[in-house]
């Protein structure tokens, strides 16, 4: 983990900094190295506070309020708890604190530091992890699951759109795009070098597959056969040699052990479906016949076998 210290309190802050030291050495082989940084004014933590995944705060010299400080980190964007260390100022009372704060009371209890840190390794754990990306002006913070889709502007720029309609250029090619991406499987690259979320199809076509949004992207030779087998989307691939509604006979094939597949009553039931809307006359065992690789055909579910017929006339036997 990486955590930074903001206290104006230089004896404070060098405390600070042996106590987590201290804890860092004893977390060597269990969950691993903390790494701290210290800063003694909010102009300096202000500048990359991004990176970090908890700040101990204690501010109150110089007319710099520390829960001032944490909505000036929230507004930049920064969502990490924000650990209140109490002393002169009992940060409880304050009004107005900002969301996911926590509070150690000066002088600091080793006890209570090592609960406080087992508390922030289990937020972090919960979290999903932020990707970043960056321009020439702006650093980019984005969760696997905001990413909808992206193409390259150039050779060296990438644009990104996200779940929420938003608009990001980076300074990237699309090979370092795919490689910080790689340890996702929810993402593909098609031909045309566009990377989708595969959790934000809404329908694929032969040719086509389009976006939750309504974005259409053209699959072109393999790539339509590698996205339907990394997607869920139920898809029907329709040969339009004649209207639907001119069907007369609906004759399917069924690879051997499907029926133990993942969603197969469901396109059957849409199949069924499929067949009585359409122009053939039906039967009451459904207009759809269901073929095996073998060659066995079954039409529709199997008929009741009839009851054994019973003579009205007893057959009488000879006597004797």
């Not at 980190?73 to 990490?80: E, Y």
């Not at 329709?238 to 133990?260: D, M, S, W």
């Amino acid at each position: 983990m990486h955590f930074a210290i903001c206290d104006d309190h230089m004896a404070d802050r060098k405390q600070m900094e042996r106590l987590l030291g201290r804890e860092s050495d004893r977390r060597l082989n269990t969950t691993g190295v903390l790494y701290v940084d210290s800063f003694g004014s909010k102009e300096s933590i202000l500048t990359t506070p991004m990176i970090y995944d908890a700040i101990f705060m204690d501010m109150t010299e110089d007319g710099c309020d520390a829960v001032e400080l944490s909505h000036m980190l929230r507004a930049d964007g920064t969502d990490v708890p924000i650990v209140f260390c109490c002393d002169k100022v009992d940060y409880r009372k304050s009004k107005n604190l900002p969301d996911n704060a926590l509070f150690l009371d000066k002088p600091i209890v080793v006890a209570e530091l090592t609960e406080m840190i087992d508390h922030l390794l289990s937020i972090k754990n919960s979290k999903a992890q932020k990707l970043e990306f960056r321009n020439q002006t702006d650093t980019i913070y984005l969760t696997e699951d905001q990413i909808s889709y992206a193409w390259p502007e150039s050779n060296r720029h990438v644009c990104i759109h996200t779940t929420d309609s938003r608009e990001y250029t980076t300074d990237m090619s699309i090979a370092s795009f795919c490689g910080t991406l790689s340890k996702y499987d929810s993402f593909i690259l098609l031909a045309s070098n566009t990377v989708l979320n595969m959790r934000y199809i809404r329908s694929i076509s032969m040719f086509k597959v389009t976006m939750q949004d309504g974005k259409s992207f053209r699959l072109v030779g393999k790539m339509a056969a590698d996205v339907l087998a990394q997607s869920n989307v139920t898809t029907f691939i329709y040969n339009p040699v004649q209207p639907l509604n001119t069907i007369k006979r609906h004759l399917i094939v069924v690879p051997e052990k499907a029926e133990q597949e993942a969603g197969f009553q469901m396109w059957q039931r849409r199949i069924r479906r499929l067949a009585e809307n359409s122009g053939r006359r039906q039967r009451r065992s459904g207009g759809a016949a269901f073929c095996s690789p073998s060659g066995s055909r079954r039409r529709g579910p199997r008929p009741r076998a009839a009851p054994p017929c019973r003579s009205r006339h007893r057959r009488s036997l000879p006597r004797g």
